[in-house]
């Protein structure tokens, strides 16, 4: 894993001090709400519905069991002993005091955390794939180029004050883990000639105008990368609309302009760009790629895992994934309980995460953008001691892209801008298909909720999708089909009028039932989906 | 009925106005009527209360109870965790 250096360590320093005194300037009423709201909200602070929220970085969803056990710390000792993992790999916390806030700071400093750049018209999170370094298809490690791009964004002067976000994600291999073209700006790896480089595709995203990202750049070599990417957020900078918050992001720019346009801007840019010498030496990669060096893998380990425990034996078919490194797997956690808060985990869980990441694997853990977590480096020899430790925990759930491993938003049991709740619906939709056998029957499913048109619950890219809507007063649940966030990527769409509560869980079961009657062998709900079309789903969902 | 909320600067807890002062219990809340603007103008300058705000309400046994789901929400803490919120009585789905 990545360590600070004396400039990253210092300059998280001294912005955690910064952070105390204008907090202190707050508290003493020299400064007003709308003085301190951006200060505040460039360190991760929200006002929420409930109370403040702290929304903590956790730069390409890896950390380490120190970190991890931190995050445990500060659920423990500041909030209600619980955090909550987003869709961004970060973690949240909903119920911060002001005056802890600086605290809570200077405690994430000491293990090389901060809340920075979580808000605002910035570069957020660089977010990656949860494998990375472990998956046998990637061309690449992503994680030294997510970290290189983390260190060029940190404190940017120039894409400080973007005309809106901007969430940028790096993966490595064909099979996306990460909705990479659902992203501003998403870099695929690739190795062309037997040199490195990147596909990119700019102008993605969710929200109230979904789009896939077209491709921008089909092979950019990873020498030039930061200068093209520099190259890319000046375009935006420059003509990114700044009028209408609706209509700012880089999606509408380039929809607007035109592919074609914006490349041959770029084009034009990086020409200029690619004379300033902002890419880093040879030996700076160099320095940055020896953080992610393999760990030291026991050689000659049995690839053989006894199976004799049925549940065990579920949860690794369903929770465990092959890794590139024989006698080792990689490990899914699902924070998805049935009953439970999607992306929700206790002090006591996220310390016995910790636990496990330095017992069993390589101290290292990863948060997914599904909001479960990851031990990517575990030996398959004790695979059955991580997994009776999960169950003692309650976090052994067998059910990782089944219907129930369920993405949802906050939703409006937290979130000020939420128009309805997801989480009871999530909790619902586990509860009717709660039944494990019926879950695997179903197979692969991926079912994402969210509570307002932000989408953070990425419910486009949902095979089902769910969104919350306010109407006149009352929750009520639009119903969308066939997205995905996956290689195959796809919007969902509406297929009628809305649910409410209740109903558009019948509305769900009655879409699932109609794939199981319909499907041919192999075919995942998706498949059928796009095979029958949507006509068919909507006759079985409305009558 | 027009009552009144905010957060406490400090904790950020969700408050109401009482007519002299700010509590947590949605359930003492008062009606504003007029005078919420006003109210809130010298709340605010006088640093006990934050991002304050009106909220349309109705009377009911247990207090007033905001129209909107929204705030009743607000008042009554997430619906999924009621070990955490402070004001249970509040109904959330129909007022």
């Not at chain 1, 005194?21 to 003493?28: A, Y």
């Not at chain 1, 505040?40 to 970085?57: I, T």
């Not at chain 1, 005091?97 to 910035?122: F, R, W, Y």
């Not at chain 1, 979904?210 to 900078?237: G, H, Q, T, W």
């Amino acid at each position: 894993m990545y360590q600070y250096d004396k400039f990253d360590q210092a300059i998280v320093d001294a912005r955690v001090e910064e952070f105390r005194d204008q907090v202190n300037r707050r508290i003493n009423g020299e400064m007003t709400e709308d003085q301190f709201k951006p200060l505040r909200l460039m360190n991760g602070l929200y006002l929420q519905l409930h109370a403040y929220m702290l929304r903590v970085a956790i730069p390409y969803g890896t950390l380490s069991g120190k970190q991890m056990r931190m995050l445990g710390h500060i659920a423990r000792k500041y909030d209600r002993d619980y955090g909550h993992f987003t869709t961004r790999q970060n973690i949240q916390y909903n119920w911060i005091k002001l005056e802890d806030t600086p605290d809570i700071l200077a405690d994430l400093a000491s293990v090389e955390m901060h809340a920075i750049q979580t808000s605002g018209n910035c570069i957020r999170n660089i977010s990656s794939d949860q494998y990375a370094g472990a998956a046998a298809d990637e061309v690449a490690d992503p994680r030294p180029w997510a970290e290189l791009l983390r260190q060029w964004s940190t404190f940017h002067p120039e894409f400080s004050y973007l005309p809106r976000k901007f969430k940028i994600a790096v993966i490595a291999s064909q099979e996306d883990r990460a909705a990479m073209r659902l992203h501003d700006i998403g870099l695929e790896l690739v190795m062309r000639d037997g040199v490195l480089g990147a596909r990119v595709f700019v102008g993605g995203g969710m929200g109230r105008t979904p789009m896939i990202a077209p491709e921008i750049a089909e092979f950019v070599k990873a020498d030039d990368l930061l200068s093209y990417l520099e190259a890319c957020l000046r375009v935006y900078n420059r003509y990114g609309r700044r009028d209408n918050a609706y209509k700012a992001r880089i999606k509408i720019l380039i929809h607007e302009l035109g592919a074609d346009e914006y490349r041959r801007q770029v084009a034009e840019e990086f020409a200029h760009v690619k004379t300033l010498g902002i890419d880093p030496p040879l030996a700076e990669l160099e320095r940055i790629s020896a953080y992610f060096a393999p760990p030291a893998y026991e050689q000659g380990l049995s690839d053989e895992i006894d199976r004799s425990n049925p549940a065990f034996a579920h949860w690794v078919d369903q929770n465990v994934k092959a890794h590139k490194q024989p006698g080792y797997a990689i490990v899914n956690i699902s924070l998805k309980p049935v009953g439970g808060i999607p992306g929700d985990a206790s002090s006591d869980q996220i310390d016995l995460m910790a636990d496990l990441a330095e017992k069993y694997g390589f101290d290292e853990l990863r948060v997914t953008h599904a909001q479960n977590i990851v031990l990517p480096f575990v030996a398959k020899r004790d695979l059955f001691t991580v997994w009776q430790a999960l169950d003692a925990a309650g976090i052994a759930n067998a059910n990782l892209d089944l219907v129930t491993d369920i993405i949802a938003c906050p939703g409006l049991d937290y979130c000020s801008l939420a128009n309805a709740r997801s989480i009871p619906v999530a909790q619902k939709i586990a509860e009717r298909f709660a039944d494990a056998e019926r879950q695997r029957d179903i197979g692969e499913l991926k079912l994402k909720i969210s509570g307002c048109i932000n989408a953070c619950g990425h419910h486009h890219a949902g095979h089902i999708g769910i969104l919350g809507v306010d109407k006149k007063g009352v929750e009520n649940y639009q119903l969308t089909l066939g997205g995905s966030g996956a290689e195959d990527v796809s919007i969902g769409k509406i297929t009628g009028p809305g649910f409410d509560e209740d109903g558009i869980v019948d509305a769900v079961e009655r879409a699932v039932e109609k794939y199981r009657a319909v499907r041919v062998e192999g075919e995942r709900f998706i498949d059928t989906y796009r095979r029958v079309g949507a006509d068919s789903f909507k006759e079985a969902i409305y009558g | 009925m027009k009552i009144l909320t905010g957060n406490d600067l400090k904790t950020g807890d969700v408050i109401w106005w009482t007519g002299k002062s700010w509590s947590r219990h949605i359930g003492e809340a008062v009606d504003a009527g007029d005078n919420g603007e006003a109210v809130l103008a010298e709340e605010s300058a006088a640093q006990r209360v934050n991002a304050a705000y009106i909220v349309d309400a109705a009377a009911s046994p247990n207090g007033p109870l905001p129209l909107h789901i929204k705030d009743r929400v607000r008042a009554a803490g997430p619906t999924v965790r009621a070990d955490l919120g402070i004001n249970p009585d509040v109904p959330i789905v129909k007022g």
